[in-house]
């Protein structure tokens, strides 16, 4: 995406970091006037500045770049709304670069960026888990046990690891992690 960028003419490339940690001191150091992220960078909370509570002022519009299926995090924020939000886009990462470029022109005069199947995918999103998928969910985002789990439950453990196996699949993760924060950003659970 930089090489991409970089070849634009009204486009400069002052900085490019792989960790959420490194974005802070770059803004300081390079003060850019719009910010690209790929959302994946941050766990639930998103990046610095964008909790509409948080009372930061974002230092420059911010493109968000957000899996579609993680269009949770965007119907969120859309809920959530708020001051901060509003120097704030979002596109599906698997966009088209021109798309990126396009959003980047747009945010630097002030219009909005958003992505119309991101959007419909928030809008769409209802929870795929049952009542007792999420509730097992929620106890697991808590950092309990299996065993506590299903004690707590009346379950034996083989059914609550049945139960996380099937949430994992649900959420289209990888380990139990994942599947907490891919259902908090969602608002599942």
Known sequence: MAFVLSMQPDI???AEVDRAGEIEPALRAHCPQ??????????????????????????CPILLLVEPRRAGAVAAALRGGGEAMRNVGF??????????????????????????????????????LTSREAEILSIAA???PIKEIAAKLSLSPGTVRNHLSRIAGKCGARTRIESV???REAGWI
């Open 12 to 14: 400069e490339v002052v």
């Open 34 to 59: 719009v910010l690209v992220i790929d959302l994946n960078l941050f766990g639930p909370d998103g990046p610095p500045g964008c909790d509409q509570n948080s009372g930061v002022d974002l230092p």
């Open 91 to 128: 596109l599906g990462n698997d966009v088209a670069p021109e798309r990126v470029v396009e959003g980047i022109r747009r945010l630097f005069r002030g219009e909005p960026v958003l992505d119309g199947g991101l959007v419909a995918a928030a809008l769409a999103t209802a929870s795929p």
């Open 142 to 144: 808590t950092g309990w």
């Open 181 to 183: 924060r891919i259902a």
